[in-house]
């Protein structure tokens, strides 16, 4: 049994990878897959990678590319979920924050540099014809700690899931002023250089049991129901979800990658453009 370790955050978009391992798919192409929840999101599995801590991660397409750009020895090497992230941009409930107008030239919480929510503040920003050198910031870690930021006011808004992020907002914890889709696939499988030079027959394999579950996710009888209550949301946010998501088993294209490359230079997030074979590799 050859291990591999794989990184996500504990959402909703990464089910698949959890039932393929408890129905022991993996296991039975011989490989010991472990996985390992990363709340604090895509800038730290950023980082996990860098240091060697995980194989492989399930990561935001914007912040691995901009980490790739930064010298990362990554690859992207699939899709995992083609559709658009719905970000809800939120605001402490008892605020004085209405409108995304409002909270112009305020304070926005982040898990850390480079993770989604700190490049999606940019987007948001250009979106809304912001100056982007007025953005500030406060590192956050998670999600509680955005609770915690917005409650104290050491921070104004925070840009999360929309999904993910409605059980705080049925709670009137947070008020949602409005949404910020990606304007590109949100999610991609990434594997380090070195995983991908020992292990690629075994990620190969990995790609193939995860295509597998998810081309037939939603056709699993009872799905929202599980996802409900495996993560605390109501079956119609499930549904409405699940009506919007779109998994994917291809790679992403080269113009996609050169359309994220793109918007992230234009924000001078990134200070080159990469070809896209020093982005992208078909395992």
């Given at each position: 049994?050859?291990?591999?370790?794989?990184?996500?955050?504990?959402?909703?978009?990464?089910?698949?990878?959890?039932?393929?391992?408890?129905?022991?798919?993996?296991?039975?192409?011989?490989?010991?897959?472990?996985?390992?929840?990363?709340?604090?999101?895509?800038?730290?599995?950023?980082?996990?990678?860098?240091?060697?801590?995980?194989?492989?991660?399930?990561?935001?397409?914007?912040?691995?590319?901009?980490?790739?750009?930064?010298?990362?020895?990554?690859?992207?090497?699939?899709k995992f979920v083609d559709s658009p992230l719905y970000w809800g941009i939120h605001v402490d409930a008892h605020s004085s924050f209405k409108t995304l107008e409002d909270v112009k030239g305020?304070?926005?919480?982040?898990?850390?540099?480079?993770?989604?929510?700190?490049?999606?503040?940019?987007?948001?920003?250009?979106?809304?014809?912001?100056?982007?050198?007025?953005?500030s910031f406060e590192v956050v870690n998670d999600i509680n700690g955005a609770v915690t930021a917005l409650g104290n006011g050491s921070a104004d808004y925070f840009m999360w899931e929309h999904f993910m992020t409605k059980p705080l907002v049925d709670q009137g914890i947070?008020?949602?002023?409005?949404?910020?889709?990606?304007?590109?696939?949100?999610?991609?499988?990434?594997?380090?250089?070195?995983?991908?030079?020992?292990?690629?027959?075994?990620?190969?394999?990995?790609?193939?049991?995860?295509?597998?579950?998810?081309?037939?996710?939603?056709?699993?009888?009872?799905?929202?129901?599980?996802?409900?209550?495996?993560?605390?949301?109501?079956?119609?946010?499930?549904?409405?979800?699940?009506?919007?998501?779109?998994?994917?088993?291809?790679?992403?294209?080269?113009?996609?990658?050169?359309?994220?490359?793109?918007?992230?230079?234009?924000?001078?997030?990134?200070?080159?453009?990469?070809?896209?074979?020093?982005?992208?590799?078909?395992?």
């Amino acid at each position: 049994m050859k291990k591999i370790r794989i990184s996500g955050v504990p959402e909703h978009f990464n089910l698949p990878w959890h039932l393929a391992i408890d129905d022991g798919a993996f296991e039975d192409r011989g490989i010991e897959l472990q996985w390992s929840d990363v709340p604090e999101g895509t800038g730290k599995m950023c980082q996990l990678l860098r240091d060697d801590e995980t194989d492989i991660a399930v990561i935001l397409t914007e912040g691995i590319v901009k980490d790739i750009a930064a010298g990362n020895q990554v690859k992207i090497i699939q899709k995992f979920v083609d559709s658009p992230l719905y970000w809800g941009i939120h605001v402490d409930a008892h605020s004085s924050f209405k409108t995304l107008e409002d909270v112009k030239g305020t304070k926005a919480a982040i898990s850390r540099y480079g993770s989604g929510s700190h490049l999606m503040a940019y987007i948001n920003a250009n979106e809304q014809g912001w100056d982007t050198k007025d953005l500030s910031f406060e590192v956050v870690n998670d999600i509680n700690g955005a609770v915690t930021a917005l409650g104290n006011g050491s921070a104004d808004y925070f840009m999360w899931e929309h999904f993910m992020t409605k059980p705080l907002v049925d709670q009137g914890i947070f008020r949602r002023i409005s949404d910020c889709p990606t304007p590109w696939p949100c999610f991609v499988i990434a594997a380090s250089d070195a995983a991908i030079k020992k292990h690629s027959n075994l990620i190969k394999h990995i790609l193939e049991v995860i295509n597998i579950y998810t081309s037939d996710f939603k056709d699993i009888p009872s799905i929202d129901r599980m996802l409900s209550n495996r993560y605390g949301l109501k079956a119609e946010d499930v549904q409405e979800w699940l009506s919007i998501t779109r998994w994917s088993q291809e790679n992403i294209t080269p113009m996609m990658i050169k359309n994220v490359q793109q918007q992230l230079l234009e924000l001078n997030i990134i200070d080159q453009v990469l070809p896209y074979e020093d982005v992208v590799t078909n395992i």
